[in-house]
């Protein structure tokens, strides 16, 4: 998360966030308030549970204290490319989940190689692997919905290992997120730059450089971008994993991407 006080950017990975992290800090007023990078948004009451409960390992998962003042947004990207710039991300030896899964010996996945890429999807969309992937998602919901629902979700809602808890269908994940969502806007990563010059124009002008911001997103200069492109969508979609990405990530398809 990107903290600015009268507003917070949740920012999912793989979805273009360091780039707009990098607009946020030089077109903001505000000051950039202590932040953890893709950190969740908790309740005094999480806080508490936390405590009560003595679970460390939930703590790690901590970020900011929501407020209702604040205007939240977030973004997202195509279920299709987003997975293999993950993976293309893990063939750089970088990102969370590649350090997860090399720790316990699935590093082979990274080797680069198409046939390799498709097990590595086989394996995420595995829930039963949800564990190695990663812990609070195996906990919370993991059988109803994919990884990248996991991680959008959990950077829109509050106290996301509490609220995500028992997940078990998509029709769970949308019911919760139309209860407990904290973002106004999401946007999309094909769409980045004007998405978020609009958010910028229509709400947190008042908070914001707009000149800088319009001279900024009038190029594509994407940052902390793959370097690796091992992987792509154009192979998923045309995999027998495709109606599998589509069923796991359902949400996203239909509430981001219904073209596709």
Known sequence: MDDFGDFCYLDVQKTGSTFVTKVLKEVSQRPL????????IETPF???????????????????????????FNSVRDPFEYYPSLYNYGCDRRGGVYNR????????????????????MAFILDEGNAQHVNPVYAATCAPGVGFFTYRFLALSVA??????????????????????????????????????????ESHLAEHVDLDRARELLTVDDRVNASVSKSANGDALRASSLAQTVRARDALLFRKFYPET
């Open 101 to 120: 899964l090399q720790s316990q010996g699935y590093g082979h996945f990274y080797d680069g190689a198409q046939s390799s890429f498709l097990e590595w």
């Open 159 to 200: 106290a996301p290992s509490i609220t995500l808890r028992g997940i078990n269908t998509t029709a769970d994940a949308e019911a919760v997120l139309e209860r407990h969502n904290i973002s106004r806007a999401t946007l999309r990563n094909e769409t980045l730059n004007a998405d978020l010059l609009t958010l910028l």
């Open 46 to 72: 999480h806080r508490q549970l936390l405590r009560v409960i003595r679970r460390p390992r939930w703590g790690a998962f901590s970020g900011g204290m929501f407020r209702d003042g604040c205007f939240y």
């Open 33 to 40: 308030r202590a932040s953890v990078k893709h950190g969740v």
